[in-house]
């Protein structure tokens, strides 16, 4: 599988997890033996983001609340703050490169929410990235 369709996985894993709070661990293991999944960094991919994301939940939130702007972390819709959570992971905790970030996460948007959320999306990354490039001067 490749790694955008592992994201998606993630993506959906932790919708899920948002909606339900769901016994996650049992979920992964679902979803490695629904798709076949047999790459150790495949499984490892998968399952190190999903409980990566949830461990570090929190923090994520308060970053995100520090980027928005005119809005609330509380008015945002579920997809939205789990596509925010997945992006700012990879940008502020695994730190990889934003382009990959960005480009990965709007392409799940486009597939699993409306038009303008995409935009919005850009936005807050876009927001989140400038303030990343201030504070490293």
């Given amino acids: ?3 955008r369709g592992i994201r998606e996985e993630i993506f959906k894993l932790l919708f899920e997890y948002e909606l339900i709070d769901n016994n996650i661990d049992k979920r992964i293991n679902d979803i490695i033996n629904e ?3 047999k790459k150790d960094e495949e499984i490892d991919f998968l399952r190190s983001y999903v409980t990566e994301i949830i461990e570090n939940q929190n923090i994520l939130i308060e970053r995100i609340r520090e980027v928005l702007d005119g809005w609330t972390y509380e008015r945002l819709g579920t997809i939205e703050k789990v596509l925010l959570k997945i992006s700012f ?3 502020t905790i695994k730190d ?3 382009e990959i ?3 990965e996460v709007l392409e799940i ?3 699993y929410s409306y038009n303008d959320t ?3 999306l850009n936005g807050i990354l876009a927001k989140l ?3 990343i490039k201030e504070e490293k001067k």
């Fill in 101 to 103: 970030a960005i480009n």
């Fill in 109 to 111: 948007a486009k597939k």
């Fill in 35 to 37: 798709e076949s999944l």
């Fill in 118 to 120: 995409k935009d919005f």
């Fill in 96 to 98: 990889i490169g934003y």
């Fill in 129 to 131: 990235v400038q303030n």
């Fill in 1 to 3: 599988m490749t790694r």
């Fill in 89 to 91: 992971y990879e940008i």
